[in-house]
């Protein structure tokens, strides 16, 4: 074997895939795995280096943003500068007993930034974690002020929170990817799923259904967990932000916390900085991710309101017991608040609005085509849903010959793309998506 001056760059293609398929797990995979996958060699803007050319393309524009992370692209000069000036500080240090500029900047940032009241911040490692510690934080609360059997949530259906334990029970138990669990996972309540469309006026049926689960329930319930405005993994479906705030008043009236999980939702990808400001509420607690370090690296926060903290802080055990080893890590906080300083220092709003204006357009033939169930956009996010499941492989293979890497699942082909986005870049995964609808 000839020697190598970098090991990942001089590994050939085929010996990377053959080490990938024989020891590396994929998201949702088997072990080996059935799909290769293609190999990105270094991403700018909005487009993936392919390490080989893919269908012809040597380079795919990227239609997913990294699963809602890469708002402002990738390598972007003031992101790079502030995770290398940070580098050069230092990368990390505990959190217990220490504390240090980059995460103390950001928490007072996510404070000023989210809705009027979140006033305290814990940060952990990735957006399951963060629903983990939003359920600790509404349970411990509900223990601490003497009302133990508060322990049950309720999420409406179509849900998706995560994959460690908490954020799967919350998930719908029903064709949502965390089914096979149902008999294992903490039984919480369910309501049925929001009536579909963000412009479609609140069903007040549905909101007596709420009304009439919450009300059953109240000893027993911590907290309502949602999804604000946008249902994504669990089938990326919109609703009118009018039953966030149904909710905000059954959780008040009947003495239930209200959980918003704006990770996917979170940094201005609905039109809204966070979807809750679309309804003008403040939850008890708020949990961000994704897009909080603009894709750079892995950080997750949960956000509550002082009743919550000193309901927990005044409690038997007057602390919250939890505390990842890389708990506020310098270089994602650091980063973190750069991709927030970036977003705000724009005209973010007119940018997500040319993007939805292009995926309206550009998505509308895809309304014609046989198989197709409904498309729907909402800020940065275009969907197309077919009426029967996807062949994923067959579907991203029509995109990537059309110089595009989307990633469909169940009966989604899905887009959202970067905020920095061109115009002829919006048009084109359109047309991916629509090519991919038609083969898929
Ligand atoms: C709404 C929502 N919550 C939680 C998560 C879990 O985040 P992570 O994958 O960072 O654990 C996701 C991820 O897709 C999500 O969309």
């Not at 270094?42 to 012809?56: D, H, K, Q, T, W």
């Not at 000036?85 to 930034?113: D, N, W, Y």
């Not at 911040?121 to 974690?129: E, I, M, R």
């Not at 403040?282 to 997750?300: Q, W």
Request: charged residues 20%.
């Amino acid at each position: 074997m000839p020697e190598r001056s970098h090991p990942y760059e001089a590994l050939p293609a085929a010996e990377l895939l053959a080490l990938d398929r024989q020891h590396v797990w994929h998201p949702y995979g088997p072990m080996p795995g059935r799909q290769e996958p293609l190999i990105v060699s270094s991403a700018s803007g909005v487009r993936l280096r392919m390490a080989e050319p893919v269908e012809g393309h040597e380079e795919l524009v990227d239609g997913m943003s990294s699963w809602w992370s890469a708002i402002h692209g990738y390598n972007h000069p003031a992101l790079n500068e502030a995770t290398t000036a940070q580098l050069g500080r230092m990368s990390h240090v505990m959190f217990g007993g220490l504390t240090h500029e980059p995460a103390v900047r950001l928490a007072a940032k996510l404070v000023e930034i989210t809705p009027a009241g979140l006033e305290h911040v814990f940060l952990a490692d990735s957006g399951s974690v963060a629903v983990e510690v939003a359920v600790k934080m509404c349970l411990q609360y509900w223990r601490s002020i003497g009302r133990p059997g508060k322990t049950r949530l309720l999420t409406w259906r179509g849900g998706y929170h995560g994959d460690t334990w908490q954020p799967m029970a919350v998930c719908d138990p029903e064709g949502g990817m965390h089914e096979l669990w149902s008999g294992a996972l903490p039984r919480q309540v369910f309501a049925d799923a929001p009536p579909g469309g963000f412009d479609t006026p609140v069903d007040p049926a549905y909101a007596d259904h709420l009304r009439s689960l919450i009300a059953a329930h109240a000893d027993e319930l911590a907290a309502v967990i949602v999804e604000p405005v946008v249902q994504g993994a669990g089938g990326m479906r919109f609703h009118n932000p009018g039953y966030l705030r149904v909710l905000r008043e059954l959780c008040d009236e009947y003495g239930v916390l209200l959980v918003l999980d704006e990770i996917a939702t979170g940094f201005g990808r609905t039109g809204a900085l966070f979807a809750a400001d679309h309804a003008g509420i403040t939850p008890d607690v708020m949990c961000l991710g994704k897009a909080l370090t603009g894709g750079y690296l892995t950080l997750s926060a949960t956000l509550c309101t002082p009743r919550v903290a000193d309901g927990i802080s005044e409690g038997e055990v007057p602390v919250l017991a939890h505390g990842p080893t890389f708990m506020g890590n310098p270089l994602a906080t650091a980063v973190a608040s750069a991709s927030i300083d970036l977003l705000l220092g724009q005209d973010w709003q007119r940018e997500v609005k040319r993007i939805e204006a292009g995926l309206l357009e550009g998505l509308a033939p895809a309304a014609d085509l046989p198989g197709v169930r409904e498309v729907r956009v909402l800020g940065a996010i275009g969907v197309v849903q077919l009426d029967h499941a996807v062949d994923m492989a067959a579907a991203t293979r029509a995109a990537v010959r059309e110089g595009v890497w989307v990633r469909p699942f169940r009966d989604l082909i899905y887009t959202m793309p970067p905020f920095v986005t061109g115009d002829a870049d919006v048009a084109r995964i359109c047309r991916a998506v629509c090519a991919a609808a038609k083969e898929g």
